[in-house]
């Protein structure tokens, strides 16, 4: 998405970098003409971080988790450590 001039110098001057306008591109809520990413929504976004992580840090322990698939069908999963190769 193109940030114009205007955009640039306002961000400059409310203190928002453009990874916290990339955030709001991402999880903000459609209103109209502007996307908003409130103190409510900001904290629902964060505790499904939250949860994501907690399950990228099972699979972290598992060594890492592989699944086999073909034609649009999950054949198998596996720990990804537990795959010997020869």
């Known amino acids: 998405m193109v940030t ?3 955009c ?3 961000m400059a001057q409310r203190g928002l970098p453009k990874r ?13 003409d502007k996307l908003i990413l409130n103190k409510k929504a900001t904290k629902k976004v ?4 939250d949860s994501i992580r907690k399950e ?3 699979i ?3 060594g890492g ?3 086999v698939i073909e034609n649009e069908r999950l054949i ?3 720990n990804t450590n537990s795959y010997k190769r020869n």
């Open 4 to 6: 114009t001039k205007h």
């Open 8 to 10: 640039q110098a306002r």
């Open 20 to 32: 916290l306008l990339d955030l709001v591109l991402e999880f903000g809520k459609d209103n109209g």
């Open 46 to 49: 964060i505790e499904e971080i």
């Open 56 to 58: 990228l840090l099972k």
């Open 60 to 62: 972290m322990d598992k």
């Open 65 to 67: 988790v592989t699944v």
């Open 76 to 78: 198998t999963a596996y």
